[in-house]
């Protein structure tokens, strides 16, 4: 036996009365099936048979309607505060503002202050950029001196003027920052290179 669906309450529409005898008699069907196999049967019947489903809601008695449960009026006298027990503080009464006394105007001429410079007007220091680590990179070490003399430069303004700067130095001016990216640098190749070996005969001598 399969699982039968609940009948509910009469109403006063005539094809859900219908519904709800079809319910009890055909057990193990879903909510989609009894609706849809209830309406082929209902739109089978005469008219006399649907008279009697529509006449069983008339019969029927009216449902009483649950009240919501009524809320309590408020009295319009005014509450009474409870009394703390703790004593409170008593306030020290304010005293009368004490007046200053005027200062005798003396006869000595004012002292002229140094103008202040407005806020807008003030100088303000140019801005260094961080030098840098040395590298193994002959040009990247020569930025790195050219920042710490030209503080105020953007980055990208820096680049460009020190680019102009490193292809007008001489071979010889050159050579203190290759020194520094042959000591630098981790690859052997590199280091037999001629620039490289160049450095150390003159350490020898």
């Known amino acids: 036996m399969g699982h039968c669906m609940r009948g509910g309450p ?39 048979q649907k008279d009697k489903y529509r006449l069983m809601g008339r019969n029927a008695r009216p449902r009483r309607r649950r009240c919501a449960p009524k809320r309590k009026r408020r009295s319009c ?51 260094c ?29 820096t680049v460009k003027k020190g680019a102009r700067r490193w292809c007008s130095l001489s071979p010889e001016c050159k050579r203190r920052y290759m020194r520094q990216a042959c000591k630098m640098s981790k690859s052997k190749r590199k280091k037999r290179s001629r620039i490289c070996r160049s450095f150390r005969k003159k350490r020898r001598c």
Request: aromatic share 6%.
């Open 77 to 127: 006298a005014p509450r009474r505060r409870k009394r703390r027990s703790c004593a409170r503080k008593r306030r020290r009464p304010r005293c009368g503002k004490r007046r200053r006394p005027k200062r005798r105007r003396s006869c000595r001429p004012k002292r002229s202050r140094p103008r202040r410079r407005p806020r807008g007007c003030s100088r303000r220091r140019k801005r």
């Open 129 to 157: 950029m961080k030098p840098g680590p040395v590298t193994a990179n002959a040009f990247l070490n020569f930025l790195r001196a050219y920042r710490r003399k030209h503080c105020g430069l953007t980055p990208q303004e």
């Open 10 to 48: 009469i109403t006063s529409n005539g094809y859900l009365n219908f519904l709800r005898e079809f319910r009890k008699k055909c057990c193990g069907l879903s909510a989609v099936e009894t609706v849809r196999q209830g309406a082929k049967l209902w739109n089978r019947l005469s008219c006399k």
